[in-house]
């Protein structure tokens, strides 16, 4: 199950947006305020739901599905008073956002619409599709929660907390046990190089993680830095078969409190779950995120599993936001991380050559 193209209308920023995907890496990058992380969101939740809705025991009625994807918006963009029509595009007047999601390998489309006086109702038709019940859909948040999994989502659920559900999704999915028997050839290769990368293996006690070190003992996750507590929570995702074959990873900024040593073995990590068979979603404001990437997709001889890299631009012109793609960033004609970039080494050229 993994997402092929959004066509998004008068949804939050985007007035009309049609974006196609890559099954496999998908590197999303733009100034602030071009929708990015809204985005990421829009697409977790339409597979979120549509996982709980094909892999359910039993049909659902026309107004339980309704209810399901209105409580997912809800949850993940918590809109004032949870009213979703706040989340269609902001106009004068009375407006309707309509939202199409369509998915590799299926002819049946996700649609859902509602206008901006509605709060908890909206039109909505689900895909009739087969879902690995092992299927996982994964969202990691630009701040860590690993460190706090022992009583996150026992407080999430039994009151009122400020936090977007991204945080509790991934805080139950920590809690998941680790599988039974071997792991994969693939997953083994992916936790050696993250092992090396920290010097120590992650351990689960009671909900409480610690990373165990080799003769310095067990270091519990408040004491380390949130850089290697986001190193640690793909650790455990893979080693609990949350992030397997046919999974679909978003992270939002990944470079977030990342110390620029560790963004190449990050990169190459996502590389490798791309190779698994995860479908990977990336924002990112970071140079050295992109160019990673862009070494890979740009020379054959580091990408010989001839992955599909994709680098998708948003931008806003005209007041209306934008986006262009490509399969290299030299092919992208707006790209906030170089265009930045280029402005520092003129002002530095300007500096040197003043003196």
């Known amino acids: 199950m993994k997402v092929e193209k959004i066509n998004a209308n008068n949804f939050m920023l985007f007035n009309e947006a049609t974006i196609d995907f890559s099954k496999n890496i998908n590197v999303i990058s733009g100034e602030n305020s071009v929708g990015k992380t809204a985005l990421l969101k829009i697409l977790y939740c339409a597979l979120k739901v549509i996982k709980e809705v094909n892999s359910g025991k039993a049909d659902k009625t026309k107004e339980q599905l309704e209810e399901t994807m209105v409580a997912k918006l809800q949850g993940v963009f918590r809109p004032d008073d949870a009213a979703i ?14 939202v199409d999601i369509s998915l590799f390998d299926s002819t049946d489309v996700l649609s859902f619409g509602f206008g901006n006086r509605q709060e908890k109702r909206m039109d909505v038709k689900f895909p009739n599709i087969q879902v690995d019940a092992e299927t996982e859909i994964v969202y990691i948040p630009p701040k860590e929660i690993i460190s706090s999994t022992e009583n996150f989502t026992s407080l999430y659920d039994d009151y009122y907390i400020a936090f977007e559900e991204t945080y509790y999704d991934l805080a139950r999915l920590l809690g ?28 689960q006690k009671d909900k409480k993680f610690f990373l165990k070190v080799k003769g310095s003992g067990e270091f519990e996750m408040g004491l380390l830095s949130e850089g290697y507590r986001k190193i640690a929570t793909i650790m455990y995702l893979i080693l609990s078969g949350s992030l397997g074959k046919n999974s679909v990873l978003f992270w939002d900024e990944p470079e977030t409190n990342m110390n620029p040593m560790m963004i190449r073995p990050i990169c190459e990590t996502l590389v490798a779950l791309a190779k698994m068979g995860v479908q990977v979603f990336i924002t990112t404001h970071d140079y050295f995120v992109q160019q990673c ?12 599993n001839t992955l599909d890299i994709r680098f998708i631009s948003l931008y806003r012109s005209e007041g209306i936001i934008r986006h262009e793609s490509s399969h290299t960033i030299a092919e992208l004609s707006h790209n906030s991380i170089m265009e930045e970039f280029d402005l520092l080494y003129e002002r530095e050229q300007g500096m040197f050559y003043d003196n």
């Open 176 to 203: 998941k046990p680790l599988k039974k028997g071997a792991n994969t050839k693939e997953q083994n290769q992916i936790m050696d190089k993250l092992e090396k990368i920290l010097d120590a293996t992650i351990v």
């Open 85 to 98: 029509g706040r989340l269609v595009g902001r106009k004068q007047g009375s407006n309707r956002t309509d």
């Open 293 to 304: 990437f862009n070494l890979i997709s740009a020379y054959p001889k580091a990408n010989q």
